[in-house]
Structures are given as structure tokens and as C-alpha cells.
């Protein structure tokens, strides 16, 4: 229950004016409280600013969102009824903002909404397949059964995607410590050999002529350098400013040598898991591709699951739908004709996710491995490339003077 901090003022049976702050559900709740005291409410005041302050500075994380899931699982599961399992949710969590979403999210559903339609009014905390499975486990009786799979589904995502983001962080520290120490190097160091040059006139060596005017620039006008990450990430939104330019986008990165593999592979682990937490759910297969094709992330990708949707409306399975359309490996379509075939397709499906996981991570730490010594020679040579020119100019200038 949503619990507010009030001030009041009161009278007591004396006429004197007492004033004083309480916490409590309600204003209302408030007056009583007060009256019980043989006090007369005079003003009541809700203390609104600091938490709204608190709020507009919060944000609800992915963590947030599986904290709510699991607690709302183990509630459910113990028979709880929705409201007061909402109410006790928001009584064990000290974040306002998600004490603040719980609190709008049992109001609803004490005004006679269910859990999914209440969802739904929060889009940018709640994903599409989010309120599709709660929706689904409401309309069909089975939400204590459908919210465990949905909060190990969620906490396996996150799990993956904190691995990924880890295994990434030191090369990022590698890279940018090397390209600071070279912009040191280039603005403080090369410029002290400038002098060294300024007798030989034409006879300077073109390498120590380009160092340096590189040099300058860097002293001068360095700090353009600070934009690029602010261009780039402006350049990357434009190319998913339309459904046109995100196709291309993503068809690009599945092209990509090393990276696109990675990407098909990621995101077939994303079809199996969602797509085996819906059927095991007992939700239908159509509208379990109907879901699944919302929560992609690869344009180009959802939309072969939506041409597998249209066939397996037209009276294909499911596998061969997916080994017609030739966007997903092949291990998962010839693996999905065989759960067919046994009617364990949801398990297949869990099988397939869990073996597609496991590739990604095998593959982002082999990559991993390669980007650090890569950074370490690349760094190695441009610092060494800047040594040696500047040696060999030096060398140069004693055999001019000689």
C-alpha cells in the first residue's frame, strides 16, 4: 500500500492548536487516526515535493523489474490475492520510483483492470512480451505457473547481457588509456622536437613534418575529438529512424565477419527462450510467434519470424517455416521438426536456448581474448611508429649537419 508522509494541524478538547506529521495511507486515514486521539483535524497536508523530486531523478532498472517479478511469483504462488500481493510489494522495496509504480498498478487493478491491462499503461518498463505472458496466464487460469518461467526468463537475459558488458569493460579501459597516452604523447612530447627541425628547412623529413602538424592540431583543436562518441551514437539513432533504414542496418550486421554470427546467435537464443517460456505456458503457437516476433531486436530477423508466423497459419510446422526462410541456423529449424515430431517442442526449444547461450558466451570471451592482445599491438605500433619517426628525423639532422 502506498504510504504517504501528511502534516496536520489539530484541536484538542482544551482549544489548543497542535501541529505534527504522520504517515499513513490516506488523508483520510489520517483524520481517523486523529479523531481516535480526541483531536479535531483541522488542515491536512500531503507532502508530495521531495518524493516527486526523488522520483523524476529515479529510474526503474532491469534489476527492478525481476525484483517485482519474483516477489509477485512467490506471492502468487503462496494465493495471495493480487492487491494485497501489490500491497506487500510495495511495502519491502525503498526505491520511490518502483514504490511509485507498484502503488499505480494496484490502484488499477483495485479499480477492476486486470494485472496485464494495468501493465500496459507503463510500456517503458514493461516489455511487449512482458504483459502478452501475464495477459495470457490471467486469461487462462494458469499466472502462478506462467510467472516463474517469465521471471527465470528475465534473470537469464539479464544474467547474459551483465556477462557480455563485464567481459567488455577492460578492453574499453585498455583502449582508453592507449589513446590518451598518445594524445599526451603527440600534444606534449613531439612538439619539444620542433625546434630540431626549424634549420632544415625543406630538407625535413616528410614522417616528422606530418607528426607534427598532427600535433598542432591536436593541440589546437583536440577537443573536436570529445563530439565523435556524441556523432556516432546521433548517426546510430538515424539509421533507426525508419523500419527502411533499420532493415538495412541490421542486415549489415548480420553480414559482418565475426560479429554477425555472433548477433544470429544471440538472437536465436532469444526466439528459443521466449518462444519455449510461451508454449511451456501453454499459450498457442501463433500467438506465441505473434509475441516473439515483437521482442526481436534484429529487424531482419523478425521479419522471417513473421513470414514463419503466415506459413505456419497456412498449415506449415513451425521448423519447416523457419528452414524455408533461411535466416536462422540450421541446428534450429532440423531441432524444431524433431520436437514437432515428438511433441516436445517446448523443451526442444529451452534445449536450443541454453545451447545458443552457452555459444555466445563461448564466442564473446574468444573475442574477448583477441581484443586485448590486438589493442596491446595496435597501441604498441602507433606508439612505436611515432618513436621511430622521431629517432630517424634526429638521425637525419646529424647527417645533414655532417
Known sequence: MAIHQYTYQACDVE???LSGRMTAESSQEVVINLQNQQLIPLKIDEEAADSGGIIMRQKISNRDVIDFTEGLCTLVEARV????????????????????????????????KSLAEALQTHPQVFSRMYINMVHAGEEGGILEQLLPKLANFLAEADQAKRIIISSL???????????????????????????????????????????????????????????????????????????????QRDQWMLSLPLFGKLVLQAESSRFCRTLGALLGAGIP?????????????????????????????GGISLGQALANEKRFPVLLSQLIIVGEETGRTAGILDKLAETFNNTVKLQTSRLVALLEPLLILLLGVIVGAIVITMLSAIFSINQVNF
Open 285 to 313: 503457437l501463433l500467438k506465441g510467434l505473434h509475441i516473439v516476433h515483437g521482442v526481436m531486436e534484429n529487424q531482419v530477423l523478425a521479419d522471417g519470424i513473421l513470414q514463419a508466423e503466415e506459413a505456419v497459419r
Open 15 to 17: 482549544g489548543n492548536i
Open 81 to 112: 490475492p493480487l492487491d494485497r500481493a501489490l500491497g506487500l510489494l510495495q511495502g519491502i522495496t525503498e526505491k520511490a520510483v518502483v514504490q511509485q509504480l507498484v502503488e499505480d498498478l494496484r490502484r488499477e487493478v483495485k479499480e477492476g
Open 169 to 247: 569493460i577492460y578492453p574499453a579501459i585498455l583502449m582508453l588509456t592507449g589513446l590518451i597516452s598518445v594524445i599526451l604523447l603527440m600534444v606534449f612530447v613531439v612538439p619539444s622536437f620542433a625546434t630540431l627541425f626549424q634549420d632544415m628547412g625543406d630538407n625535413a623529413p616528410m614522417s616528422a613534418i606530418f607528426l607534427l602538424n598532427v600535433s598542432a592540431w591536436l593541440k589546437h583543436y583536440g577537443w573536436t575529438l570529445l563530439f565523435i562518441p556524441v556523432i556516432l551514437w546521433y548517426g546510430w539513432k538515424q539509421l533507426d529512424a525508419t523500419p527502411e533504414r533499420r532493415l
